[in-house]
């Protein structure tokens, strides 16, 4: 992972007091992402509404206090024409996710592009300063080449990447047609506390540890050398309010990720290590959904652009998210297994 340097963080300070008193709306913010979004922007003294129709995402992933929240959809062109109008800023994270796009591509359709285009038309109405859309690297598909920068290939092999892209270009042709500034983040497999394993649409990365928690082996698809970029919660969310925050961002596309290739048999071992449970790992079948061998992103033009640079390890933000999950043991459900005592290291 890239190290930080000073002026890396002063860009994330700078961010903040920049938000500071601004009126922001964060479609879908009572999701995974969206509420660790929300969370960033009320400690940062921004004036935060959020809409979201709780279908994946909990009104208890939010503040009882400090918000709005309006349930409701960005299919309704009427609602979101009155939050974009009061707001100054909006943070576009609402999207029905790859595994509901996959099963259901009419409802991928009309949430995660016809959303997007109601997001736009009634920032472009109201005269917003910036529009901040929140993509996936689902796009690069199977890349050629790795790293993967943000103009190579693309290659939709799911309706998700199909209408995240589509997100993406309506994004580019609201700055090009009528100059509303807008900016993308392309967010690579993100983790950490408050992802919910209940939540059947969750990442790996929960699934996993709750698997453990419950004395379980971890279920890897596939032979478990596919690879991912794996990052940490509170970095995504730092490059998406830089994104809002930076003039350099306007009419571009931003790669979140680390730059590092984890293979899905290292995320087990670690995780197995950090939780302490001693099981091996079972196989099954490939998925029928995200069938990607290898994928690590390029984040140079994200540091040159936005001086933003991860600061949180695979290994420390996976330490993170299994003392979240520890603390969430749910009543009436399996303990989660006591620590492993410092030094231990675990099982390997």
């Known amino acids: 992972m890239t190290p930080s340097r000073p002026e890396d963080h002063a860009s994330g300070a700078a961010a903040g007091r920049s938000l500071a008193g601004r009126r922001v709306l964060v479609t879908g913010g009572a999701g995974f992402v969206g509420s660790n979004l929300v969370r960033r922007l ?7 509404t959020v809409l979201d129709d709780l279908f994946t995402g909990r009104r208890e992933n939010l503040p009882p ?15 979101v024409g009155r939050l974009v109008a009061l707001s100054e800023i909006v943070i576009h994270a609402a999207a029905r996710n790859i595994v509901v796009s996959t099963r259901n ?34 796009v690069y598909g199977n890349p050629r080449y790795l ?47 408050g992802q919910d394993p209940a939540n059947p649409y969750c990442g790996v990365v929960a699934k996993f540890i709750e698997a453990l928690f419950a004395g379980r082996a971890p279920v890897i698809h596939g032979d478990g050398d596919q690879s991912r970029d794996f990052t940490y919660i509170d970095d995504a969310v730092e490059a998406t309010l830089l994104a809002a925050a930076s003039d350099r961002a ?9 730059g590092v290739e ?46 933003w640079v991860p600061e949180v390890t695979l290994e420390e933000g996976l330490r993170r998210t299994v003392e979240w999950q520890r603390g969430q043991a749910r009543p009436g459900g399996p303990a989660a297994p006591p620590a492993p005592e410092t030094g231990s290291g675990g099982p390997r």
């Open 42 to 48: 009320m400690r940062d003294g921004a004036r935060v």
């Open 65 to 79: 206090d400090g918000i709005e929240f309006v349930l409701g959809s960005v299919c309704d062109p009427a609602v």
């Open 262 to 307: 984890t293979r899905v048999n290292q995320l087990a071992e670690i995780l197995i290590r950090l939780t302490g449970v001693r099981v091996e790992p079972v196989h099954s079948d490939r998925r029928d959904v995200d069938n990607i061998r290898r994928r690590v992103v390029n984040i140079e033009k994200t540091r040159r652009a936005l001086r």
């Open 250 to 258: 306007v009419g571009e596309v931003f790669n979140v990720g680390t």
């Open 147 to 193: 790293p993967i920068n943000e103009d190579d290939r693309l290659s939709l092999l799911t309706p998700y990447a199909v209408s995240k892209l589509a997100g993406e270009n309506y994004c580019m042709a609201f700055y090009e047609s009528y100059g509303l500034a807008t900016a993308a983040v392309r967010y690579s497999n993100i983790f950490g506390p």
């Open 105 to 138: 591509p009419r409802e991928d359709y009309e949430t995660n592009i016809g959303g997007t285009l109601n997001v736009l038309l009634a920032a472009r109405a109201a005269g917003v300063e910036r529009v901040v859309y929140t993509s996936s690297t689902s």
